[in-house]
Structures are given as structure tokens and as C-alpha cells.
Nanobody, 125 residues
Framework: QVQLVESGGGLVQAGGSLRLSCAAS????????MGWFRQAPGKEREFVAA????????YFANSVKGRFTISRDNAKNTVYLQMNSLKPEDTAVYYC??????????????????WGQGTQVTVSS
């Protein structure tokens, strides 16, 4: 079992930056692949970024590529999402998620086993 707690959301102007953190419980964090998703009102939850167990592989949605980075610190049981050049369309609740699998990094919500409660990111124009 893994419990995930996101933090770092808030209100920022367009062009600004935020860094989200996701702290995980348990001693097996390094065996999980981690992902970030977001959900805007009235829309489906969409993939943002994913990172492999060691942090050596990452994958991003086209909409955030070049603006967002994902990283992890296994010693701190934490995964991060650095968001730069934010746009109003980035406004959403952001969720981190964990999954254990082999093969490619997962990009769909149903592939993930554990979820955090979410943190709100609002980008004003």
C-alpha cells in the first residue's frame, strides 16, 4: 500500500512557475513508477508526465513538453513536477499516482494503482 500526498499548488499568473511535490509513504517507493495527471472542471483526467523507478526515464504529454519537468528523490520518497511558463489552460487539479509494472511508462489513469487527493493549480491570464 502506498499513500500519496500532493502539495505546492496555488494561484500563479500566466508565464509563472510552480513546483508540485508528492510525498509517498512506505519503504517501497523506489519500486514504483510515478505519474502526474490533471483534471479540469468538466473534463476527463489527463496524463501530464511519468517517471521510471530510478528516474532515468521520463515521458511527457505534448501539451507540457518543454515547459514541465518531472523528477524524484527516492531517499525522500518524493516526486516533483516543476511547471514553468504556465498558461491559463494548465489550470486544473493535479494528482500524483503510483504504479508497478514493466514495459513502457503508463499514460492512462487506469494503469495506476494509487492516487493522491490532488492539489489545485490556477493560472490567471
Amino acid at each position: 500500500q502506498v499513500q500519496l500526498v500532493e502539495s505546492g499548488g496555488g494561484l500563479v499568473q500566466a508565464g509563472g512557475s510552480l513546483r508540485l511535490s508528492c510525498a509517498a509513504s512506505g519503504r517501497t517507493f523506489s519500486s514504483y513508477r510515478m505519474g502526474w495527471f490533471r483534471q479540469a472542471p468538466g473534463k476527463e483526467r489527463e496524463f501530464v508526465a511519468a517517471i521510471s523507478e530510478s528516474g532515468g526515464s521520463t515521458y511527457f504529454a505534448n501539451s507540457v513538453k518543454g515547459r514541465f519537468t518531472i523528477s524524484r528523490d527516492n531517499a525522500k520518497n518524493t516526486v516533483y513536477l516543476q511547471m514553468n511558463s504556465l498558461k491559463p489552460e494548465d489550470t486544473a487539479v493535479y494528482y500524483c499516482a503510483a504504479e508497478r509494472a514493466i514495459g513502457r511508462l503508463a499514460t492512462t489513469p487506469w494503469e495506476y494503482d494509487y492516487w493522491g487527493q490532488g492539489t489545485q493549480v490556477t493560472v490567471s491570464s
